[in-house]
C-alpha cells in the first residue's frame, strides 16, 4: 500500500530526514510517533503528495505521489486541522459540497462519496448538521474535518496529530471512530501523533521517529517486549544500598533471598518500561541531542 | 451515480459545476450575512453622500451636473477596487485558513474552488451596483441621458471584470500574508483611483501620471461608464475630446487576455505550495499577533 525506502528531506542547510523507510500494508493502522520536530509532517506530507521529497523512493497506492493525478487523489483522504474556514457554511451543505467531486470516481466495488447522513451519524455531528460552522466547539470542528477526510471513501486515509487539543471524551470518541473505520471499511490508516499512549491504543504497528530517522519498527506489544529486555533491582542489605540489572529479574531475586534470607530490606524490582525509554529520547530530543536520543532509543529497542 | 467511464475533461467540467454551485452558496450566504449587509450600505452612503455634498459643482458642459460625470467614474473605480481587492483578500485569508488545502485534498478540487471564486467575486457586483444606482436615480436627475447606455454598461463591467479580476487573484496568490494585502492590494489600487480621472479629469496631471493611468484597467473602466451614463456633448471634456471605445475595448481586452494566460500559471504554483504545516503556520502567526 505504502513502501518507502531511504527518503530524505532538506531544508536548505537543515536535513529534516536523512533516510526513512517503512511499509505500510492494507488495511492496517500505522502510527508514526515520535517527539515534536522528529519529521513526522514532513514525512506525512510527502505521502500525501504536498510535499516534494529531496530524495528517495516513495510509492502510494502504486504510485510516486509527487507525480500522482487526480484519480489518485480521490483514493486517498486527508484530515486536515480546521480553523476559521468556511464559518458561513452548514456541515451538512459543505460535506454535500466536497463530496460532490468525488462522484465521478465512484467504482462499483467503491461507492464514492459517502451517504452524508450517515457520514454525519458515523462522527456524531447529526444535532448540528444544520448550524453554522462558525458556532461549533472545538471538539465538534474536529468530528466534521474528520467527516471531510473520509467523505470520499478513502482506501488510505491520513491523520497529521488528530487529536492535538481534544478533551478526553473526544479522544476516546475519536478513537473508535478510526478503530471503525479501519474494522468495518477497511481503511488503512497513517496518522502521527506525539503521544505513546495514543499509539499504543491505535496502531497495529508504531514506526518510531527520531533525528530524522526511524529507531523502531514494531507492534506496541513488540516494542513493549524489547524494552523491558532489563530490569533493574534495588534492595538495601546491612544498611547499605545495592543495584542490580538483570534479564532475568526473578530468578536473581530467588538467588538473593537463597543467599540473604531475612537481610535482604526494601527490595524494589523495576522493568524498563516503554514509557520510560520513550520518555527519555523525548527529553533528550527536546534538549537539542536529537541524535544522541535516537542512537540510545535504538539501542534500547535493539 | 456510478460513473466510472467519466473522463478527465468531464470530471474538470463536474468540478466547475460543482465550484460554481460553491460561488453561488458563498454569494447567497454573503448578502444575507449582516458584516456584508454593513459594507454595501457604508460604500453607498459615502458614495452618495460625496455626490450631494458636490451637486452644485461646474462641470464645464452646459445642462450636465456633477453627479452624472462622477456617478459613472465612481462605479468604474468601485467595480475595479471591488474585483482587485476581493479576490486579493479572499485568496490571501482562504490560503491562511485552510480553504485551499482542503481543496488541494479532494480530486479537482482547485478547478471547483477557483470556478467558485471568480463567480462569487463577480456575483458580488451586483449588489454593490444596486446600493449606489437606485438610489442615486431618485436623487439626482438625468443620470443616463439614453436608454442604449445600459448596453455599453453591460460590456463595459464584463470586460472589466475579465480584466481586473485576474489582477485580483495574483495579488491574492503572491502576497505573503493577510496583513500584506493591505500594502500591495490597497495602496496602488488608492493610488490608481487617485489618478484615473474618478474625482477630476485626469488632463489636469502632469504628462507621465497621464501614461500611468491610461496603462491600468480602472481608467477605461471609469471612461467606458461615461461613455455609457453621459451625453455625446460631454465626450469634449475627455482626452482627444472622444469616448475613445475602440481603445477602451483593446486596453481592457488586452489585461483580460494577459490575466487568461498569466493567473492560472501563478495560481496553480501558489497551490503547489500549501501544506498543513503552512497553514498551522499561520495560524500561529495570527495567535501571536493578536497577542
Same mark, same amino acid.
Not at chain 1, 500500500?1 to 531544508?11: N, P
Not at chain 2, 477605461?220 to 475595448?249: H, K, Y
Given at each position: ?33 515520535? *517527539? ?33 493525478? $487526480?484519480?489518485?487523489? &480521490? ?11 468556511? *464559518?458561513?457554511?452548514? *456541515? ?18 467503491? $461507492? ?55 478533551? *478526553? ?50 507492534? &506496541? ?43 535482604? #530490606? ?10 520510560? &525509554? ?6 533528550? #530530543? ?17 | ?21 460553491? !460561488?453561488?452558496?458563498?454569494?447567497? %450566504? ?8 454593513? /459594507? ?7 458614495? @452618495? ?14 445642462? +450636465? ?15 475595479? /477596487? ?18 485551499? @488545502? ?6 479537482? !478540487?482547485?478547478? !471547483?474552488? /477557483? ?13 454593490? +451596483? ?6 442615486? /436615480? ?15 454598461? +453591460? ?21 505573503? !500574508? ?88 501563478? @495560481? ?5 505550495? %500549501? ?17
Amino acid at each position: 500500500m505504502v513502501k518507502v525506502r531511504d527518503l530524505r528531506m532538506r531544508y536548505g542547510e537543515n536535513d529534516v530526514l536523512t533516510g526513512v523507510d517503512f511499509d505500510i500494508h492494507p488495511g492496517e493502522v500505522l502510527c508514526l510517533l515520535g *517527539p515534536n520536530g522528529a519529521g513526522k509532517t514532513t514525512t506525512i506530507e510527502v505521502l500525501e503528495g504536498f510535499r516534494i521529497r529531496s530524495a528517495g523512493e516513495v510509492t502510494v497506492l502504486g504510485e510516486d505521489p509527487a507525480t500522482a493525478g $487526480e484519480a489518485w487523489r &480521490a483514493r486517498t483522504g486527508v484530515v486536515l486541522q480546521s480553523w476559521r474556514d468556511h *464559518p458561513r457554511w452548514t *456541515p451538512r451543505r459543505l460535506l454535500t459540497q466536497l463530496g460532490g467531486y468525488y462522484a465521478p470516481y465512484s467504482t462499483p466495488e467503491q $461507492e464514492r462519496p459517502w451517504d452524508i447522513a450517515e457520514l454525519l451519524d458515523i462522527v456524531g455531528l447529526n444535532e448540528m448538521a444544520d448550524r453554522k460552522i462558525g458556532t461549533l466547539s472545538g471538539g465538534q470542528r474536529r468530528r466534521l474535518d474528520v467527516a471531510m477526510g473520509i467523505i470520499g471513501r478513502p482506501e488510505l486515509l491520513f491523520l497529521d496529530e488528530p487529536t492535538a487539543g481534544f478533551d *478526553p471524551q473526544a479522544r476516546r470518541d475519536f478513537h473508535h471512530l478510526v478503530h471503525r473505520l479501519a474494522d468495518l471499511e477497511s481503511t488503512t490508516v497513517l496518522l502521527t501523533t506525539h503521544d505513546l499512549d495514543e499509539a499504543e491504543k491505535l496502531a497495529d504497528r508504531v514506526v518510531i521517529l527520531a533525528g530524522g530517522r526511524i529507531v523502531a519498527d514494531d507492534s &506496541a506489544e513488540g516494542l513493549a517486549l524489547r524494552v523491558s529486555g532489563e530490569a533493574e533491582v534495588k534492595w538495601t542489605r546491612g544498611g547499605e544500598r545495592f543495584v542490580h540489572a538483570t534479564a532475568d529479574a526473578t530468578r536473581f531475586v530467588r538467588e538473593l533471598f537463597a543467599q540473604y534470607g531475612e537481610d535482604v #530490606h526494601d527490595l524494589e524490582v523495576r522493568r524498563a518500561s516503554l514509557e520510560d &525509554a520513550y520518555l527519555s529520547l523525548v527529553q533528550q #530530543h527536546e534538549s537539542g541531542s536529537a541524535e544522541t536520543a535516537a542512537v540510545a532509543f535504538a539501542e534500547v529497542t535493539k | 451515480m456510478s460513473d466510472s467511464t467519466s473522463t478527465p475533461t468531464s470530471r474538470k467540467l463536474h468540478a466547475m459545476r460543482l465550484g460554481l454551485r460553491r !460561488g453561488l452558496m458563498e454569494f447567497v %450566504q454573503s448578502i444575507r450575512s449582516t458584516q456584508d449587509q454593513w /459594507f454595501y450600505l457604508f460604500t453607498a452612503v459615502c458614495t @452618495l453622500g460625496y455626490l450631494w455634498l458636490r451637486r452644485d459643482v461646474d462641470t464645464g458642459v452646459p445642462g +450636465l451636473e456633477f453627479a452624472s460625470i462622477a456617478l459613472p467614474s465612481i462605479l468604474g473605480a468601485l467595480v475595479a /477596487f471591488g474585483v482587485v481587492i476581493g479576490p486579493a483578500y479572499a485568496l490571501a485569508m482562504e490560503r491562511e485558513d485552510g480553504t485551499l @488545502l482542503r481543496h488541494r485534498a479532494i480530486p479537482d !478540487g482547485l478547478v !471547483g474552488y /477557483f470556478s467558485g471564486q471568480m463567480l462569487f467575486q463577480s456575483l458580488s457586483l451586483v449588489p454593490q +451596483l444596486f446600493v449606489i444606482l437606485v438610489p442615486s /436615480f431618485l436623487l439626482f436627475d438625468d443620470v443616463m441621458a439614453h436608454p442604449g447606455g445600459w448596453f455599453t454598461v +453591460l460590456w463595459v463591467l464584463v470586460l472589466g471584470l475579465l480584466a481586473a479580476l485576474p489582477i485580483g487573484m495574483v495579488i491574492g496568490a503572491l502576497v505573503p !500574508g493577510v496583513q500584506k494585502v493591505g500594502m500591495w492590494g490597497m495602496l496602488p489600487i488608492m493610488v490608481l483611483a487617485g489618478i484615473s480621472g474618478i474625482f477630476y479629469p485626469v488632463q489636469q496631471l502632469w504628462g507621465w501620471v497621464q501614461v500611468v493611468a491610461q496603462a491600468f484597467p480602472m481608467y477605461w473602466m471609469g471612461l467606458g461608464m461615461r461613455s455609457a451614463f453621459l451625453p455625446d456633448a460631454a465626450a469634449a471634456r475627455e482626452i482627444s475630446e472622444s469616448w475613445r471605445t475602440l481603445e477602451t475595448v483593446l486596453v481592457l481586452g488586452g489585461w483580460a487576455v494577459v490575466g487568461a494566460v498569466v493567473t492560472p500559471i501563478v @495560481l496553480r504554483r501558489m497551490a503547489r505550495k %500549501q501544506t498543513g504545516s503552512q497553514v498551522q503556520a499561520a495560524r500561529e502567526a495570527t495567535l501571536q499577533w493578536v497577542k
